[in-house]
Structures are given as structure tokens and as C-alpha cells.
């Protein structure tokens, strides 16, 4: 190894290092923190991004790359050397368009806002949230006025989700799956289907609780490094391989929760299979939150909602909800938890809907970032979409504007990524099946280690080494493709669209 790339590995180990701290401080502020510490974690954030940002933006780093640039070149494109000058440049030539003092006071008006969200969202005020909002929305368009030579603003923000990815490109594939979806969603959403039993009664979050474990740890989970907690809104964090932290949220009214930890188990077992060469290096991270949803809509969808999981595990919910299961069939049960029906909460949505939800949340980003759209009249034009996309009317801001965080958290540019990750799911789990041909047979078994070793070598193993869509063509032979995502959805559905 050349003594320029021990150099610069060892500086971008540091890096890594403080990204991973903030991981998980921003993880013990949406689980464990008191309330009222809000303000000190504003404070260790924003100090933990202009640490990290000014470390990335080091001239030393600029120097190590202009003198590993014939190494790069004398490597083959997939060695893991090569990868990590190319990536680093890419982030190092980004990163240095940037001020420090920007990108920490993202980083802290991001912590600021999130209690107010809660808040707001539990009032079901959005006026409550407005001036935080304002304040996210106006730091992003700093942040985009770092780069003059985009094609759109939105392209800023959503790179960094989902790299080499333009804004134009998405609005292609989404207009494809909008031009499908809106009349599958119409022929299918007064379908007779009983889902009574899911929400007619109660179920206990002491229970949930238990089979949420019992599930992920059929699926893989190792105690002694994960944990399962609970929040407001779901999400997976964690600071390394061997440190993976998952959240759900158990609704006594509901079941819904059996698939938001299934969800966000897929994210869990992408961090933990991540290649450990990689370690300390940002070639060890995950590709992109595209490729990330991928895998947890995978297993909420493809295995969760699948006749045959439900074949292994029902008896088992059966046995601890009696009262509400005990006289639904299987095969009533598998349609109730499949049934398409437009509603007010995105992570809720069945499959079909799904989509709506994030074409909506999508469009309504660009028109924010471009100022088309007054931040005071966000609640009256996502209403007006809602009824127009899905058909549904919205009662109040709490299950309408307010429902996600990802505002408050300032990930503006994220939501696309749901959308695309169902996408591949799809073109994953085909390629899958065609590699393990009983790959049904084995989750009616309850056995799921084929699926994880598969996920692990085609898709985990690559790390940031790849782009997304080179990592999708290497694991299925393809780039993205929404037709077998539409031809899934129409088979699984019985739906009479035309292909």
C-alpha cells in the first residue's frame, strides 16, 4: 500500500468515525433523551458535522487525491483502492463547495426542529411547526446555492440520497408508475375484502412487543449486537457492523407494527452484512437510500406480506391475539393484510397506494425548493393531492403535512428513494428466486438464511463502491425497471391493467 493511501485512509477513518457518533446521538434523541435535552443535542451535533465537514474538507485530503490519481487509474474500476479514491473525490469535490459554518447550522436547526415536530404533530398544528420548517427549507436552499451548474436545484438535494441520480430521471420513472397506478388504485380500491378483524378490536403493545422480537429474530437478529426499540417514527441507525439499532412503533389499535420492524429489519441486516475490509471507510457504507429501501421493502413486502410467511407464523399471532384471530382463516387473514385501500398515512399504505404517497411527497419537495409553493399553504395542497391522487380527505394536519419527520430532520430529497427502493425490490427478489429456486419453499419452513447469505454477497457486499444503479446490474443484471415492479403488483392483485 502507498503511503499517500494509508494516509488518506487513516484521515477518512476519523471521518467515519464522527459521522457514526452522530448517528447515534441522533438515534438517542428519537428514543431514549430526555425531551427537554434538545437543546444540548443541537449543540453536540452541529459541533460533530462542522468537525466532520472541515475534516473532509481538509487541503491535505485534496492532496492525497491529485497524488493517488495514477494509482486510480492503474487499478482495475471494481478494486477496492480504486473505489475509494472515487468516492472520496466525489464527496471531497462536493463537500468543498460548501461552508462549514452551512452545513453545522443544517445539522442544528435539523435537532431543533424535530421536538417541535413531535409536538406539533400531537397537537395537530402546523402553524406550531411552521417557523422551524422555514428555517430547514431556507438553510437547503443555501445549500443549493453552493452549486451553480445543476440542471435543477432538487438534483443537490436528492444526490445526496441517492448519487449519480437526477431529478429528471425519478420524474421519468414516477410518471411511468403514476400513469399504472392511479387506474390500478381506482379498479381496486372497492374490492370486497374483510379486514375487520385487524383493527376492530385491541391488541396489546406488551404482545406486539414480544412477537416483533420473536419475528426479527427468526428472520436473523443477533442480540448481542442489535437492539429493537421503540419511537415515534420508525427507522434503523446504528454506528457499525456489529452495532445495529432498529425502532418500530407498537399501536394498540393495530398489527401495523408486525411490518415496520419487519421494514426496518431489512435496513438492519444491510448494515450488518456490510463488507468488514471496508470498515472506517466510506466504501464500507451503504450505496444509497435507494438501494437501503430495497432491502427493507423486501422483507416487509415480499416476505411479510407473502401466503407463505404468514403459513409458518400465523399460528403462532393466532395464539396470542385468540380473541381477535381465533376464528380468520389463513387465507382471510393474508387478504386483510394485503387489501389495496387509499389512506391518510404513507408508512401504513398497502403496496399499491404506496407509491402515490411518495409521488406526491416528491413533487410537493420540488415545489418547495423552487419556491412554487408558499410554506403557509402546504397543508391546503397536500390535501387537495391527497383527494386528487388517492381519493381520500384529510381530517387534520397530524395525519395529513405532519405525519413524516423527515422535514423537521431536514432530509428534503429523501422521499424519492422509498419509491425507487420498492422499485428494485422487485427486480432483487426475482433474480433471487431464479438463483434459489426454492426459495418459497424455505420461508414456509421458516428458514431464511439462503435469502440473507443471497443479499449479502450480491447486493451488501459491495458497500459505496459502486453507484446505485451499478449495484442493481451486478446483483440482477439490470438498471431500474418499473415494469416488473407493475407486472408483480398486477399478478399478485389479479388486476385487469393493461401490461
Known amino acids: 500500500m502507498s503511503e499517500a493511501l494509508r494516509q488518506l485512509q487513516e484521515r477518512l477513518g476519523t471521518i467515519v468515525d464522527v459521522e457514526r457518533v452522530s448517528r447515534i446521538l441522533s438515534w438517542d434523541q428519537q428514543t431514549m433523551m430526555p425531551p427537554v435535552g434538545s437543546e444540548h443535542r443541537a449543540d453536540h451535533l452541529a459541533t460533530l458535522r462542522l468537525l466532520s465537514h472541515e475534516l473532509l474538507t481538509d487541503a491535505e485530503i485534496g492532496r492525497l487525491l491529485d497524488e493517488l490519481g495514477p494509482l486510480e487509474e492503474s487499478l482495475p474500476f471494481d478494486s477496492d483502492d480504486s473505489a475509494l479514491i472515487r468516492v472520496t473525490r466525489r464527496h471531497y469535490e462536493k463537500a468543498v463547495r460548501v461552508p462549514a459554518e452551512l452545513r453545522a447550522e443544517m445539522a442544528r436547526a435539523a435537532a431543533q426542529a424535530r421536538p417541535v415536530w413531535v409536538k406539533a404533530k400531537a397537537s395537530s398544528d402546523f402553524g406550531l411547526f411552521l417557523p422551524a420548517l422555514e428555517r430547514n427549507v431556507d438553510l437547503r436552499r443555501r445549500y443549493v446555492d453552493c452549486f451553480d451548474d445543476v440542471d435543477e436545484p432538487y438534483d ?16 421519468e420513472i414516477f410518471a411511468e408508475l403514476k400513469a399504472e397506478l392511479v387506474p390500478l388504485i381506482a379498479e381496486l380500491r ?6 375487520s378483524f385487524l383493527t376492530g378490536g385491541t391488541f396489546p403493545v406488551d404482545r406486539q412487543e414480544r412477537l416483533a422480537k420473536e419475528v426479527v429474530t427468526l428472520f436473523g437478529f443477533r442480540p448481542d449486537t442489535w437492539r429493537l426499540d421503540q419511537t415515534e417514527h420508525p427507522f434503523a441507525s446504528g454506528a457499525g457492523v456489529d452495532d445495529v439499532r432498529l425502532t418500530t412503533h407498537y399501536d394498540p389499535a393495530t398489527l401495523k407494527s408486525f411490518f415496520s420492524t419487519m421494514h426496518e429489519y431489512g435496513h438492519g441486516l444491510y448494515s450488518h452484512q456490510l463488507p468488514r475490509r471496508l470498515e472506517r471507510l466510506p466504501t464500507g457504507a451503504p450505496c444509497s437510500l435507494g438501494i437501503h429501501e430495497s432491502q427493507s421493502r423486501l422483507w416487509e413486502n415480499l416476505v411479510g406480506r407473502s401466503p407463505q410467511f404468514w403459513r409458518f407464523f400465523y399460528p403462532r399471532l393466532q395464539e396470542a391475539y385468540p380473541d381477535q384471530l381465533r376464528e380468520v382463516e389463513l387465507d382471510r387473514f393474508v387478504a386483510g393484510i394485503n387489501r389495496v385501500k387509499p389512506s391518510l398515512i404513507r408508512i401504513k399504505a398497502d403496496e399499491v397506494t404506496y407509491g402515490m404517497h411518495i409521488i406526491l411527497r416528491f413533487e410537493l419537495e ?21 383527494t386528487e391522487y388517492l381519493g381520500v380527505d384529510v381530517p387534520d394536519d397530524a395525519q395529513g403535512v405532519l405525519q413524516d419527520t423527515h422535514w423537521a430532520s431536514g432530509l428534503i430529497g429523501y422521499f424519492a428513494t422509498y419509491l425507487l427502493g420498492t422499485v428494485m425490490s422487485v427486480q432483487i427478489w426475482q433474480k433471487v428466486l431464479e438463483d434459489v429456486p426454492d426459495l418459497e419453499e424455505q420461508i414456509e419452513r421458516g428458514e431464511f438464511g439462503a435469502l440473507r447469505d443471497w443479499l449479502g454477497e450480491h447486493v451488501h ?7 446505485p444503479q451499478e449495484t442493481l ?10 415494469k416488473p415492479y407493475l407486472a408483480y403488483l398486477r399478478a399478485k392483485y389479479g388486476a385487469g391493467v393493461a401490461a
Do not use: C
Not at 161 to 171: C, D, K, L, Q
Not at 473 to 482: F, H, K, P, V
Open 156 to 171: 443537490v438535494l436528492l444526490d445526496d440520497f441517492e448519487p449519480y441520480t437526477t431529478t429528471a430521471e425519478v420524474r
Open 190 to 195: 372497492d374490492a370486497e375484502v374483510d379486514d
Open 366 to 386: 420540488q415545489d418547495i425548493v423552487n419556491g412554487r409553493i408558499q410554506l403557509r399553504d402546504l397543508p391546503r395542497v397536500w390535501n387537495e393531492r391527497m
Open 461 to 467: 457486499a459491495h458497500g459505496a463502491k459502486f453507484s
Open 473 to 482: 446490474e451486478r446483483a440482477t443484471g439490470s438498471r431500474i425497471d418499473a
